[in-house]
């Protein structure tokens, strides 16, 4: 619905991976980069005003970008379970604690539910764990019984970007034209809403909300030196 939304705005949307493209200390734009292509260099530059790196657990690495912009952003591993034939078992999403273990239930309009999810700090692993299975089923079941009759569809793995005190990093960067929207955890589309309408005052040249102000990528920034060496 979002990816509709946009393209009826008139958004262009490019699948490509991209690294920043920077011109005399400035961002000027993105350019496709592919991994082994030689020719990556010459690919086109898409330009722009600014540029808002979002690029989730990835945004610390980001081709071209300088290390005054290279914020402390993590991988969090977190699993999660898809259960069929759950129609009618929950009409809401349920979230509980067992023995000092959280858990949530989701039920889809498919049919389906989703049980998650692990908080790991193992790096960039996508690996899809029997104990993080037995975990996550063992907790719901003890929520809700009957989830044990359900069938196991799925198991995923996936990374969350996390900061080092775990709290998002949106505004603008040492580097002029970049802006950073990242570091949103498990929580990134709860706060989508809040962090667009961030970037649309940002953008835009209008008051910022005090709720925002805690989490300035500031509070990591580098010394001016730095910046300056960053930067060449």
Do not use: W
């Amino acid at each position: 619905a979002l990816l509709a939304a946009v393209e009826r705005a008139g958004v262009q949307i490019h699948r490509q991976r991209v690294g920043l493209v920077i011109v005399d200390g400035r961002a000027v734009g993105v350019r496709r980069v592919d991994v082994g292509d030689l020719n990556s260099a010459m690919a086109p530059v898409h330009e722009a005003d600014l540029v808002v790196l979002a690029a989730g657990d990835g945004s610390a690495h980001v081709p071209g970008l300088p290390d005054c912009a290279r914020y402390p952003v993590r991988p969090v591993k977190g699993q999660i379970l898809r259960l069929g034939g759950a129609t009618g078992l929950l009409e809401r999403t349920v979230r509980a604690t067992v023995h000092g273990e959280k858990v949530y239930l989701v039920p889809r309009g498919n049919g389906e539910l989703v049980v998650g999810a692990t908080m790991e700090e193992v790096g960039a692993d996508l690996t899809v764990t029997a104990g993080a299975v037995h975990h996550l089923l063992r907790t719901a079941i003890e929520v809700v019984p009957e989830v044990a009759e359900l069938e196991l569809v799925e198991a995923l793995a996936r990374c969350r970007p996390g900061a080092p005190d775990n709290g998002q990093l949106i505004g603008y960067t040492p580097l002029p034209g970049l802006i950073v929207a990242t570091g949103h955890g498990r929580g990134g589309v709860l706060l989508a809403p809040t962090t667009s309408d961030a970037l649309h005052r940002l953008v835009s040249d209008l008051p910022m909300s005090g709720v925002i102000e805690p989490f300035a990528p500031q509070r990591f920034s580098l010394s001016a030196h730095d910046i300056t060496e960053g930067i060449a």
